[in-house]
């Protein structure tokens, strides 16, 4: 029986997606042609280019570690931050995972953003940096789209940003930036909260943290679950396989 027997195969544009049902687990496969070590610059295929392109996927996780090791550790959580921010603000029309992570790696490194300062305030910086950079793309009448580029390659990786698309970006980025800014400015702890809630849902920002962490660890008291996909669950999950973590306390304030 071959591999499509017992197991979902998708073809995409460089790689074969593959799941395991039966075990839950997904596998993208990736060929790639190696001209020296596997951590430096190496070629995959390009089904929409008919050619192999340069890639360097060890050497940009590398280069990630260490930047954000330079940077306070606070890189990496900026860019889960602008991530979570796409996913909830933009149900269509989102860019790229990748496209944010260069965006990030870029301002942080030219200066537009200070990693000496809080998230929060790294994250209103940030915004209001993109939409500098590319309101004057923005304001031209041609279709253009930004070229955003490969924090290892220097190649455009944004080539096939529709502009529409961007444009819904750039909306989003104005509104957070006008938001954080708000946020920050208040002294009022209630309004505040409310604005990052705008940007990011109640989930991400209750309104009452200390009962939110209370409810998370009455919900199934100390345990929490871990699938093979490295999620984490308060619930024991009823499908594929998990492990269960050591029970704990609560130790917040009671």
Known sequence: MGLRGYADVRESRRSVHVYFEDKDFHLDIVPAIVPQEL?????????????????NPLGYCRYLSELNEEHYRKLVPLIKLVKYFRDYQMKIKRPKSYWLEALVVYHV???????RQSLAEMFRDLMSAIYAKFAP???????????IPDPMLSNDISWNWERSHFETF?????????????????DDQHEAV????KLFGEQKFPSEAKQAARGLAEAVPGIASVSSAGFVSAARPTVGRYTVSQPTKFYGEK
């Open 194 to 197: 409310q604005s990052w809630q």
């Open 170 to 186: 750039m909306r989003r980025v104005k509104e957070a930036s006008d938001v954080a800014t708000g946020a920050l400015q208040t």
């Open 39 to 55: 951590d430096e610059r190496l070629y995959v295929p390009d089904k929409t280019w008919g050619k192999w392109i340069p890639s």
């Open 109 to 115: 490194v030219n200066g537009s953003v200070d990693s």
């Open 137 to 147: 793309i923005l304001g031209r009448n041609d279709g253009a789209t930004p070229h």
